[in-house]
Each structure stands twice: as structure tokens, then as C-alpha cells.
């Protein structure tokens, strides 16, 4: 499964994995509201992968499959809104 991923200029430590066969324009437009501006990082092939530094690999793979990216949101993100 490869990914291409992304990292928010907008928001520090966040991360957006991204099914490599999807382009950015596909994401629901929220995510690009929670994202703003994005710099590509890599493209990172999963499945010859056993884990990941800082997500679980099971998740991130689960979420591409489903609705074809993961975003990685940094440990309680302060700008998050409860």
C-alpha cells in the first residue's frame, strides 16, 4: 500500500496520510479547513512496514483503505476545540 504524505504548514505535527492514488482535491473540504496549506514529505510504501514512529500502522492503514487517507494529529493538540 503506497501513501504519499503530507505535513501541515499550518498546523505543527500534523500529518496527512494520503492513498498514493489520490490527489489532494479529493479530501472533503473540512480537512483542507482543519489542514490549510500542505508540503509534501514522501511517499512511503506501508506494506513492507511493521511499524510506524509515532502512529499505529493497523490504524493508518485501516483509515487509507476506508476513506483513503489518516491524519495525524500531534499529542493534545491545543487548537483542537472540545
Given at each position: 500500500m503506497l501513501?504519499?504524505?503530507?505535513?501541515?504548514?499550518?498546523?505543527?505535527?500534523?500529518?496527512?496520510?494520503?492513498?498514493?492514488?489520490?490527489e489532494l482535491e479529493e479530501l472533503p473540504?473540512?480537512?483542507?479547513?482543519?489542514l490549510g496549506k500542505v508540503e509534501f514529505v514522501m511517499e512511503l510504501d506501508l506494506s513492507s512496514r511493521d511499524k510506524l514512529a509515532q502512529e499505529d500502522i493497523q490504524q493508518v492503514r485501516?483509515?487509507?483503505?476506508?476513506?483513503?487517507f489518516h491524519l495525524q494529529l500531534p499529542p493534545n493538540p491545543q487548537w483542537i476545540r472540545t
Open positions: 501513501c504519499k504524505i503530507y505535513k501541515s504548514l499550518n498546523k505543527e505535527n500534523t500529518y496527512l496520510y494520503l492513498d498514493a492514488e489520490k473540504q473540512q480537512l483542507y479547513q482543519v485501516g483509515n487509507i483503505l476506508q476513506q483513503g
